[in-house]
């Protein structure tokens, strides 16, 4: 069958987690006549984690026709800090439930490894980040919520950027951790194409165990190269030069990732990251990922 679509709103970000001039029911109320499955959250959308207003939010998903299949989660597992590390897995232990109230079972909490912190040496960072994973597992078997370790720049309110973000890193990560039931990828092209990686090559390597993927796209401005965006570690980072913009329409082969994803018969949602141009981008690239979705993923006979 064709795959279920949710939006997320990139472009309202600031506005309802940072600065709080929107608020996560704004953000329902504009999403209503989306041609979207359901609405992808983030942590910081949250005013109160109280059962009360949770129950208002989940209410306020369905009553506008929409499903809640992943809340974005940004924990922060390399902190020096050892009291730090231990507040990040209790905050993250917290959100798995927090996705099981919104989005019932099988739901996907996402998880980062967290920041690159100067300090923090790669042998140090990995063993951090695999203790505290491996610590959730118990947590998010018990309310049959699936953890997804996404291939992540930066969290739009970190200092530095992922820790695990270029793709040896991250494959390190995974591979650290062999659970399939409750642990797997979630899938960001565009934010591979950040990391100086191969989207495509990444997808290969990570199909099989992709249980979420977030599209959107990226385009180069006029005259620029992405060799010359390349920074001395390989990423890209986020460019001036490197635009957001219709999904289908970028540097991403869309073709490419459909027909891994189909080969390896995915079965999660795709959430789209988009609209930092406007609320017409999102319908634009909801219906390229509508027909993408028809061609690769066809209604059963």
């Known amino acids: 069958m064709p795959l279920q679509l949710s939006a997320f709103p990139k472009c309202y970000l600031d506005d309802i987690a940072g600065a ?14 989306l041609d979207a499955d359901g609405l992808e959250m ?27 299949p992943m809340l974005c989660c940004s924990p922060d597992f390399t902190n020096p800090d050892a009291d730090a590390r231990k507040r990040a897995v209790e905050h993250e232990a ?4 927090v996705t099981r109230r919104l989005g019932g079972p099988r739901a996907v909490c996402r998880v980062l490894s967290g920041q690159r912190y100067p300090e923090v040496n790669r042998e140090q960072g990995l063993a951090w980040v695999v203790e505290s994973i491996e610590s959730l597992l118990p947590v998010a078997r018990e309310h ?20 695990a973000q270029k793709q040896d890193v991250f494959l ?26 191969d989207p495509v090559q990444l997808l290969e ?38 635009k957001h913009g219709v999904t289908g329409q970028g540097l991403n082969d869309y073709h490419a990732i459909f027909r891994i994803l189909a080969a390896h018969r995915y079965g999660g949602w795709i959430s789209l990251e988009d609209g930092m141009n406007g609320m017409q981008e999102m319908v634009d690239s909801l219906k390229f990922l509508r027909a993408m979705s028809a061609q690769y993923f066809p209604e059963a006979a």
């Open 20 to 33: 709080r001039t929107m608020s996560v029911f704004d953000w329902i109320t504009m999403a209503g006549d």
């Open 42 to 68: 983030y942590e910081g959308f949250f005013t109160s984690l109280e059962p009360a207003y949770l129950d208002r939010v989940g209410d306020a998903i369905r009553e506008a026709g929409f499903a809640m």
């Open 94 to 97: 917290l959100m798995i439930g």
């Open 144 to 163: 049959d919520i699936v953890l997804g370790l996404e291939n992540h720049y930066k969290d739009g309110f970190w200092r530095y950027p992922e820790f």
């Open 172 to 197: 390190e990560l995974l591979n650290a951790i062999p659970d399939r039931q409750h642990f797997g990828v979630q899938y960001d092209p565009s934010n591979a194409l950040v990391a100086g990686d």
């Open 205 to 242: 390597a990570v199909a099989d165990r992709v249980v979420s993927m977030h599209a959107s796209d990226r385009y180069l401005v006029p005259g620029a190269t992405i060799e010359e965006l390349r920074q001395s570690d390989g990423t890209l980072g986020y460019s001036p030069n490197l």
